[in-house]
C-alpha cells in the first residue's frame, strides 16, 4: 500500500477489491487517515455477493478455470 497520498477524501468506495488486500487493520487505519472528518467509506466484498458463488463455479470449469491464477477459496 503506498503512503505518498497527502489528500483527503469526502468519500471513499471499492466494489470487488478489498478482499485482495492482505492486512485489513493496515488497510482500514489508512483510509481512516484518507477520510475527512464526517466522510464516508463504501466497501462491497465478493464473498458476500452471489458472483462470489458464480466466480467459484467458473474456476472449476474446465474452460474458464485456466484463466483463474489463485485459489478461490484462500
Known amino acids: 500500500m503506498r503512503d505518498n497520498c ?6 471513499i468506495f471499492s466494489f470487488f477489491a478489498i478482499h485482495w488486500i492482505p492486512n485489513w487493520s493496515q488497510l482500514f487505519k489508512r ?20 458472483t462470489y458463488t458464480v466466480w467459484k463455479q467458473m474456476s472449476k470449469d474446465p474452460v474458464w478455470g485456466k484463466y483463474y491464477e489463485v485459489e478461490i477459496d484462500k
Open 6 to 11: 497527502n489528500v483527503q477524501f469526502d468519500k
Open 31 to 50: 483510509l481512516y487517515d484518507l477520510i475527512v472528518p464526517g466522510g464516508e467509506i463504501a466497501y462491497y466484498l465478493i464473498a458476500e455477493s452471489d
